[in-house]
C-alpha cells in the first residue's frame, strides 16, 4: 500500500497541514556567536525550528540550551571546524547525520524527520582558493542530490543552510570579477541548476525573481559588509509540491554576530 506521503500520489498542489516559522543561519563558530547575541537573538526569534552551520565546537564545549528548544548537533571530527546543528520545538521522528559522503566526518548535515516533511540541514563544502577541492565538492554535490532525492519520494523535503553557491549573478555583487572562484564556479553553479530541476524550489527566488543586493554573506574586508557588496549562498529549498504552502521567505540582513545573515521561511 502506497504511503500517504508518496511523491507520485500527492502530485504539484501537495500542502501538508503546517504553520510554521524556520530558521537557518551560518554562525561561524556557535561560541563566537553567543558572545555577539546569539542566545537573545534564538530566544525572540519566534521560530518553531532553528538550524545552524558552522557551530565549530565539540560535545564537551556545549553551554547553550534554551529549554524551549531540543537540540540535534553533529560534530565534525576536527575540532574548531564545520558541523550543524537543528533545534526544534516540534520533535522529530527521528534524526539522521551524514548522507554517505567521506565528507561526513566534518558533521556537515542533520537531517529531522517529521511527519510531514523531512528537513535537511547542510553546510556545503567550500571549494576553497584556486577550486582546489571542486571534485571533492561536486562529488558531495551528488551524494547530497541523490540523497535528498531519495527522501523526497517517501514525503516533501526541505532544505536549508550554506549551500556556498551564488547560483545566479544576481545573487552576489560582482559576478564577473568571481566566474573562477570558489562559490561562483560554472561548475558549481551547474550543479545547483540540477538539483533545482531534480523538483526542488529556490523559496527566495521564487517570492523575489528579480530582487537585487539580497545576500546573505559579506566578507570580513573593511567595509564590505557596510556597503553591501555580498553573495546570496544560504538558502532555504523546497520540494516543488510545497511551493504553494509558502508564505514567506527573507534575508534577516540587520543581525550582526557572524559574517552570514539568518534566513527565515514561513510555511502554512
Known amino acids: 500500500m502506497a504511503s500517504q506521503y508518496d511523491r507520485a500520489s500527492q502530485g504539484a498542489g501537495f500542502r501538508p497541514n ?31 525550528i532553528f538550524c545552524i552551520q558552522e557551530t565549530k565546537l565539540q560535545q564537551n564545549q556545549l553551554e547553550l540550551l534554551n529549554a524551549e528548544y531540543e537540540t540535534y548537533f553533529s560534530f565534525a571530527q576536527k575540532k574548531g571546524y564545520a558541523g550543524t546543528a537543528i533545534f526544534t520545538k516540534k520533535k522529530p521522528i527521528g534524526i539522521t547525520k551524514g548522507i554517505g559522503n567521506p ?19 547542510c553546510y556545503t563544502p567550500n571549494s576553497q582558493r584556486d577550486l582546489k577541492r571542486l571534485e571533492l565538492r561536486l562529488q558531495w554535490d551528488k551524494t547530497f542530490q541523490d540523497y535528498v532525492c531519495a527522501l523526497d519520494r517517501k514525503k516533501p523535503v526541505l532544505i536549508c543552510g550554506d549551500l556556498n553557491v551564488a547560483h545566479q549573478s ?37 517570492l523575489h525573481p528579480t530582487t537585487e543586493g539580497a545576500y546573505s554573506w559579506w566578507s570580513f574586508r573593511p567595509h564590505v559588509r557596510e556597503h553591501n557588496i555580498g553573495w546570496r549562498i544560504d538558502y532555504w529549498l523546497a520540494s516543488e509540491r510545497l511551493k504553494d504552502s509558502i508564505i514567506d521567505s527573507s534575508i534577516d540582513s540587520g543581525v550582526m554576530g557572524s559574517d552570514h545573515a539568518p534566513v527565515i521561511l514561513r510555511i502554512k
Open 18 to 48: 503546517l504553520n510554521m516559522k524556520l530558521i537557518s543561519w551560518n554562525v561561524n563558530g556557535l561560541r563566537a556567536a553567543q558572545k555577539k547575541g546569539f542566545d537573545e537573538y534564538l530566544a525572540q526569534s519566534g521560530s518553531d
Open 103 to 121: 565528507l561526513d566526518a566534518e558533521g556537515r548535515t542533520v537531517c529531522a524527520e517529521y511527519e510531514e516533511f523531512y528537513l535537511v540541514c
Open 170 to 206: 544576481i545573487d552576489l555583487k560582482n559576478p564577473k570579477t568571481n566566474e573562477m572562484n570558489a562559490g561562483y564556479s560554472i561548475q558549481e553553479r551547474e550543479s545547483f541548476s540540477h538539483l533545482l530541476d531534480r523538483g526542488f524550489i529556490d523559496t527566495f527566488r521564487y
